[in-house]
């Protein structure tokens, strides 16, 4: 099969899409006109330069609902958002909350509490899986990811932790650490000491040669991180995303409740990084209900500010309670009345309008669809999803399952001009994460708009389903 024509430079590909495209820059030479392109320049002129933001691809101006503005009046459907949006952008409730609080008490200093933060904490207590009561707020995700590390050193009296290959946890030194994306190890220096990886349960690129077939093999990914522990015999916790929000890949049956038993055997903690699939995201509230396993520490994130404020926190067992000498996350915004009452109204709102069971009901409609999807579109080799965490990977080849990457990155700014803004992972897998108040013809639309952007690259390059892959003309 002949491959394909890239750029010389190839950028890591490990988190998304990059800013390095060529395809980024003539969708901008086409679409921009001179005032976004003087903003655009501007920016890249003051901001550190960095991939996957600076310089950026548009200038918006506004964002509602399911939608973005840009400065050319343009609207995009936001099935990205970075996972903050679960109650819509500009959510009137979320906002009437924090003007409210913004005229009695707009910041809260240390020493001191108040009822907005003791209300949210009160309110996740009740809503946590499990026996999860004790709470502490960060300003991200990745502060909060800081905290549940200290946490597991400071209760277990050890240092080491298995993580996952593949995995983001935040890009702190410490977060990228137990992180696994090379985006951010790779040529950074020394990182944390004691820090175990080993590879995601990942049924469809299965390294035990067990695609799709995880009954047959008794679970080795699982039995796996129980060896290194047994073989460690002194590891703090065990720290993970449930399910990964990037190219997500829901573990198969029974991986974590193995996971947990084996925690449990050894004296482990198991900690959950939902930062990015909290509060409803995948049709539960929590990520970790869906497997039928309780973590010790619970890491959210992103959607609990409401998509207005930037708030995290931890959830912890009781037992865990066992700091009361030393600062786990000294943080000046620990509790912030203002996010913590714009998150107070986005938990409400979720429940009031019943958006755990609507992203449930939703993502399996939508599910289906690309799956049938598949069946007109050679490029699309998988798709998985939970919910309102969906999407579809692009391959060339069916049974190789090689990476579609430049397809993917042409399919990502097609898209883009017909109005709908998601994010590639991994280079070839279309993440696809919606409003879970989206209605249901935007999602249609959404859809639509994907279908039409492979037809169109899939006629112009003559895909085909021959008997074993896909073939193609160069790009």
């Known amino acids: 099969m002949t491959s394909l024509t890239r750029s010389e430079t190839k950028p890591d590909l490990s988190e998304g899409d990059v ?3 060529p395809h980024r820059a003539e969708w901008q030479k086409e679409h921009m006109d001179a005032e976004t392109r003087k903003w655009l320049d501007k920016d890249a002129q003051f901001f550190l330069h960095q991939s996957l933001s600076t310089p950026c691809l548009d200038l918006l101006t506004g964002c509602r609902g399911s939608e973005l503005e840009d400065l050319q009046n343009r609207r995009f459907l936001d099935f990205h ?3 903050v949006h679960q ?3 500009a959510n009137p409730e979320v906002l009437d909350a924090v003007r409210q609080q913004l005229d009695t008490l707009p910041f809260c200093p240390r020493r001191y509490t108040n009822i907005p933060a003791i209300e949210l904490a009160e309110k996740l ?9 004790r709470v502490l707020f960060s300003p991200g995700g990745t502060t909060a990811v800081g905290m549940a590390l200290q946490l597991a ?3 277990t009296g050890r240092f080491k932790t298995v993580s996952m290959w593949g995995a983001f946890h935040g890009a702190s030194l410490d977060a990228v650490s137990v992180g696994g994306e090379s985006l951010f190890r790779r040529g950074i220096g020394p990182l944390l000491t004691g820090t175990e990886h080993v590879p995601p349960a990942d049924p469809y690129h299965c390294l035990w040669d067990f695609q799709g077939r995880c009954e047959s093999c008794g679970l080795k990914c699982a039995r796996y991180i129980e060896y290194i522990l047994e073989q460690e015999g002194d590891v703090a916790a065990v720290i993970a995303e449930p399910v990964r929000c990037t190219r997500i890949n829901p573990p198969p049956e029974g991986y974590w409740r193995a996971v947990r038993n084996a925690c449990d055997r050894h004296g482990t903690l198991l900690i959950f990084d939902e930062t990015a699939v909290c509060l409803g995201r995948t049709g539960r509230m929590f990520a970790c209900e869906h497997y039928g396993a309780v973590p010790d520490i619970l890491i959210l994130g992103k959607g609990l500010g409401g998509g207005v404020f930037p708030l ?3 959830l912890a067992k009781e037992e865990l309670n066992v700091a009361a000498d030393r600062a786990l996350g000294h943080y000046t915004h620990e509790k912030n009345p203002t996010a913590c009452a714009a998150g107070l109204a986005a938990i409400r709102f979720i429940e009031k309008q019943g958006l755990v069971q609507r992203s449930e009901e939703l993502g399996n409609y939508a599910a289906d669809r690309l799956r049938k999807m598949m069946n007109a579109h050679p490029l699309i080799g998988d798709v998985r999803g939970l919910g309102l965490l969906f999407g579809a ?3 060339r080849d069916r049974v190789t399952k090689a990476a579609a990457t430049e397809e993917a990155d042409r399919i990502m700014y097609a898209c883009l001009s017909r109005g709908l803004s998601f994010k590639v992972s991994q280079g070839n897998f279309l993440t696809l994460t919606p409003p879970l108040t989206i209605s249901r013809e935007e999602l249609d639309r959404a859809l639509s708009i994907i279908s039409d952007s492979l037809t169109e690259l899939e006629d112009k390059y003559r895909y085909r389903f021959p008997d074993k892959c896909v073939t193609h003309r160069n790009l």
Do not use: Q, T, W, Y
């Open 87 to 89: 109650v819509g952008f």
């Open 19 to 21: 800013n390095l495209s």
């Open 125 to 133: 207590a009740e809503i946590a899986p499990g026996d999860m009561k």
């Open 81 to 83: 958002g970075n996972s």
């Open 153 to 155: 050193r400071a209760a």
């Open 393 to 395: 990977e692009l391959v």
């Open 312 to 314: 995290a926190g931890i």
